[in-house]
């Protein structure tokens, strides 16, 4: 009597190569997607950062309390609010009322806390700054029928950059910026 033979169910070998083959080319789509993946993660985390920094600048604008004849500084960051009569003036052609703009750069760490003071450059400013904030506040008498008696209207630029040593200057506008977030809002401020 001859020993019988068993079969066993088993894979071949160029099934096993293209089981191996599929599963390579999976591999190297996932890992090529990883970097992709890490950079919108970063982005994601840069966004974020931002819109913490132009919210708190943006409470501290609408906190402001009541304007003077000389304007008005915000009690978190010192951001100068320009009254509509002060020095330095440009008296727009179309309407012959007045524009009064002021500029404020301020710098912020990489989460968010500012350091040193309004328009110190950023190499002087104390810190590694991550972020530039560039706020434009421009009172115009044009913008809105609010603009006259004990009220005056402002709009508010916030334009934040990074990395904010591309741009260490405080005085010269940000041009090399590798991300930047804005907003513009109002600001309706009574008069003392």
Same mark, same amino acid.
């Given at each position: ?18 089981? +191996? ?17 890490? &950079? ?54 179309? &309407? ?9 750069? +301020? ?20 810190? *590694? ?54 907003? *513009? ?8």
């Amino acid at each position: 009597m001859s020993p019988q033979r068993t079969s066993r169910a088993a894979f071949s070998l160029i099934e096993v190569t293209l089981a +191996l083959g599929i599963a390579a080319f999976c591999l190297l789509t996932v890992f090529g997607l990883l970097p992709i993946g890490l &950079s919108s993660t970063q982005n994601a985390a840069e966004q974020t950062a931002v819109s913490g920094i132009v919210t708190a600048i943006s409470a501290d604008l609408h906190g402001t309390p009541i304007l003077s004849s000389t304007g008005a500084t915000t009690s978190q960051f010192s951001i100068k609010i320009p009254s509509v009569s002060e020095s330095g003036d440009a008296t727009n052609s179309n &309407s012959g009322t007045l524009n009064s703009t002021y500029q404020t750069t +301020l710098f912020f760490t990489q989460d968010g806390a500012p350091i040193g003071t309004p328009n110190t450059n950023a190499t002087t400013a104390g810190g *590694v700054p991550r972020y530039r904030a560039t706020i434009t506040i421009t009172a115009d008498q044009t913008l809105a029928p609010l603009a006259t008696g004990p009220f005056t209207l402002y709009k508010a630029w916030i334009f934040i950059t990074w990395p904010a040593l591309a741009d260490p200057m405080a005085n010269k506008f940000p041009t090399n910026f590798s991300g930047s977030y804005e907003i *513009v809002t109002a600001l309706n401020l009574r008069h003392s």
